[in-house]
């Protein structure tokens, strides 16, 4: 008998927040669910909903998409829907607006009976009374990895506990009572400050965790055991990992797209695993300094490189050019490639002569990475929890982190160098990439994360 016809069919709401980070992973549960025969609906706002890719025509039928136009806030700039296209101190204002949608999600909710479900972020605090009232059951969605959720601990201890100044946050906190190193450098701790709206990110998270049914992440048991075991005793209630989501591989086989041509010829000319990829996601910010610092501390490595450069959010044309030093890409035209914009990041990080990653420490980067194999070179972005992945990533052995300042984060191209040779030839990276080699078989395994979202898929049956 078939498993999926002999069960209920759920109407599930899915509500991420609106980072394309949030928006992609929920996605790619939402074709899950979909698949299993229940109904999704879809919501965000249209330009994130037109920037999806196509679905699978099978699933059409079972997930809508419910376009939700996001309100007017003095200082969020006209047509912007997302934390990319900002830089992080507007980001509060996005924030404010996203909170208005709470009238047009209640109006959709209230014609829409059906749905007696919804998988949420962190960020709707004000989600919890309306589901009540509603009587639809909550599951939160946490696109952060388990040691992260560990790392910020009881609901209470989120809420304003004992951690009060941002020295508190760099130290382990003794509820992770096994040997790691997870904890915040102090100059990330400041800097998150920046993104925050009067509604603080703690207090959003720990009101959603608070009213949940079952809080779910994108990890797994076979990589973090200690983390989702602390996560348990913490909240007192089903905390189901779904897995790590490993995109699928076709994103990379598919053919025609000319930036990649010339790219893969260039790559075809290297040797194995000589190449270093870096690129710092799509919402992390350097300063002009650091960045030129960043620059010479590519080039003094001496290895062949492909640099992802992207303009950062409402800057002028001129001073994004102004990013890079004057001179550098045409010193650095034999030994790499400079690319402004897009580039493929999946299909480079699966071309053999690409060794490793330079990453700000995004938790879908961390995973397409170790999802192919390749170490890391840590660089973790100043917000959210990057700097914590970092840690994870370097007591995990399978990246070393570029050495900064603990109080300013300010770091020398020596050192830049330094990091990107031990991750890539040094013998004393050898282990390292050895160990991430093998993470292969946990980040990269399909059939894994398939499991995963299956005993999802049955906890949520069951609730």
Not at 13 to 34: D, E
Not at 81 to 105: A, G, M
Request: hydrophobic share 40%; glycine share 6%.
């Amino acid at each position: 008998m078939d498993y999926s016809s002999s069960r209920k069919q759920l109407h599930i709401a899915m509500f991420p927040w609106l980072a394309y980070g949030h928006i992609a992973p929920y996605l790619q549960v939402a074709m899950f669910l979909a698949q299993k025969n229940h109904h999704l609906y879809y919501v965000s706002t249209p330009k994130n909903i037109s920037r999806l890719p196509q679905l699978p025509p099978t699933l059409c039928s079972n997930i809508t998409f419910i376009p939700l136009s996001l309100p007017h806030v003095d200082g969020l700039p006209p047509g912007v829907e997302s934390t990319s296209e900002l830089p992080i101190h507007k980001v509060p204002y996005l924030k404010k607006s996203f909170d208005k949608l709470e009238t047009q999600l209640t109006e959709f909710l209230e014609r829409s009976p059906q749905i007696k479900l919804i998988i949420h972020d962190f960020a709707p605090h004000w989600l919890p009374p309306m589901a009540n009232q509603l009587r639809i059951n909550l599951v939160c969605f946490s696109i952060v990895n388990a040691s992260s959720n560990a790392f910020f601990g009881y609901p209470s201890e989120i809420l304003g506990g004992s951690r009060k100044s941002p020295e508190d946050f760099t130290v382990v906190p003794t509820w992770m009572d096994y040997p790691n190193n997870i904890a915040f450098k102090l100059h990330e701790t400041v800097s998150h400050k920046e993104c925050e709206d009067i509604v603080s990110d703690f207090e959003r998270y720990a009101t959603v965790l608070l009213n949940c049914k079952i809080l779910t992440l994108r990890t797994c048991y076979e990589f973090e055991p200690e983390a989702l075991r602390v996560l348990s005793k913490i909240h007192q209630k089903p905390i189901v990992p779904l897995g790590l989501l490993p995109p699928p591989l076709t994103s990379v086989d598919d053919k025609g797209d000319e930036n990649w041509e010339a790219l893969k010829k260039w790559l075809d000319s290297k040797q194995e695993k000589s190449v270093f990829y870096v690129a710092l996601g799509s919402e992390v910010s350097l300063s002009q300094e650091s960045m030129h610092e960043l620059a010479f501390g590519i080039e003094k490595s001496g290895l062949p490189f492909i640099w992802v450069v992207r303009k950062p959010p409402l800057v002028e044309e001129q001073f994004a050019e102004d990013m890079i030093p004057p001179e550098f890409e045409e010193r650095v035209s034999k030994q790499g490639m400079v690319l402004r914009g897009w580039a493929p990041q999946l299909r480079i990080l699966a071309h053999s002569s690409v060794g490793g990653f330079l990453t700000h420490c995004g938790w879908s980067s961390v995973i397409e990475s170790l999802g192919l194999g390749k170490p890391l070179i840590l660089f973790p972005g100043g917000s959210a929890d990057l700097g914590l992945i970092a840690r994870l990533m370097h007591w995990k052995k399978v990246g070393f982190e570029v050495e900064r300042n603990d109080v300013d984060g300010s770091f020398k191209s020596d050192l830049v160098a330094a990091c990107i040779k031990r991750v890539m030839v040094d013998p004393e990276g050898e282990q390292l990439r050895a160990n991430a080699l093998a993470m292969k078989e946990i980040f990269g395994n399909v059939e894994l994360s398939n499991k995963c979202l299956d005993e999802f898929t049955q906890s949520i049956e069951n609730i």
